[in-house]
């Protein structure tokens, strides 16, 4: 599962998946651009990863449309890239009483304008690798997959992103761009902190009991990333992976 | 504090007009449902910026109570 020598730009990098992601890409030998809109917690991130050649961008990817001259930039000062990791992302719950144009904004802005516009950069001319597979990796969620009530413009935010990724991976195979996307379950990250802060003390076991191997870690997701972004996977396009715990099962 | 706003979306969390959200309107089995109450701690987050637990929350008997809670956690 060799990362070796490739650079991949990872978003939301300052902390979450995107943190854990950035630390075993690194770990694996990849070179690592960072993107995220905190620069103290970045330099963290930063300062964590083994291995060098590694860089940090503070961005804020609600600035869809200057995403793509973003990273053209980023590919004439660190080298062409071999992956993109667009882990940077939000939760909402609100019941759909409470729903307003503001709302939707928020969540689909980070989520799939973020996410298409990031394609969009990669895709450029001279921004990526040529003549070798190349990898773009989403975030998903079961949300997409099973209703929860309240999660409406989360659930679909995220069954956008499940079709942009079969639309993208047609019509990017011919370059050797491969497109997928990890729909997640419940990971122990700051959102998930604020998910269950809503919670009552019973819903909370009640919804680790539904992860039938317990909630997961950041560490599991940026696994699966790693899988995806890397030449093991050379033959995986337009796929959304669970990784859930068995939630789905339950 | 945006109350004002606060209280609009309470009023439609717990499916009543504005007229009809007082102080004395009472939080009971019948509009403080776990959905409704989970619903209330996103609507206090947005509006004020604080979290307040749903274990703490659920105690909440009238609108008065909810305020003065909220207020609590703000000081």
Redesign the interface.
């Given at each position: 599962m060799s990362v070796l020598g490739k650079r991949i730009v990872v978003s939301g990098a300052s902390s979450g998946i995107g943190r854990a992601a950035a630390q075993i890409l690194a770990k694996s030998g990849a070179k690592v651009v960072l993107i995220g809109r905190d620069e103290t917690r970045l330099d963290s991130t930063l300062n964590m990863l083994e291995g060098d050649g590694h860089s940090k961008y503070v961005f804020d990817l609600n600035n869809t449309d200057e995403i793509p001259s973003f990273i053209k930039d980023i590919s004439v000062k660190q080298g062409r890239l071999s992956g993109l990791f667009h882990a940077a992302g939000l939760e909402m719950f609100k019941p759909i009483g409470l729903v307003n144009n503001k709302s939707i904004e928020q969540i689909f802005s980070v989520s799939i304008k973020a996410a298409l516009m990031l394609a969009r950069g990669f895709c450029q001319k001279g921004v990526r690798e040529e003549g070798f597979s190349t990898s773009i990796v989403f975030m998903s969620s079961v949300a997409a997959m099973t209703g929860q009530a309240g999660m409406t413009i989360y659930s679909a935010s995220k069954g956008a992103i499940d079709g942009a990724v079969k639309s993208l991976a047609c019509e990017l195979a011919p370059h050797l761009i491969r497109v997928n996307a990890i729909a997640a379950g419940a990971v122990k990250t700051e959102m998930h902190d604020k998910i269950i802060a809503r919670m009552t003390a019973e819903s909370i076991k009640e919804y680790e009991r539904k992860h039938l191997l317990g909630f997961g870690r950041p560490e599991d997701i940026a696994s699966a990333a790693m899988f995806l972004l890397s030449d093991a996977s050379v033959w995986i396009t337009g796929t959304i992976m669970v990784v859930d715990g068995g939630y789905m099962l339950s | 504090m945006d109350k004002k706003a606060f209280l609009a979306?309470m009023a439609?969390?717990l499916e009543v007009t504005n007229a009809e959200l007082s102080d004395a309107l009472e939080l009971n089995n019948d509009n403080w449902h776990?959905?409704a109450?989970?619903?209330t701690?996103?609507?206090i987050?947005e509006h004020f910026g604080i979290?307040v637990?749903?274990?703490t929350l659920?105690k909440c008997s009238n609108i008065g109570e909810l305020i003065n809670l909220i207020e609590a956690n703000i000081k």
């Open positions: - | 979306d439609e969390i776990s959905f109450v989970v619903a701690i996103a609507a987050n979290t637990p749903a274990d659920i």
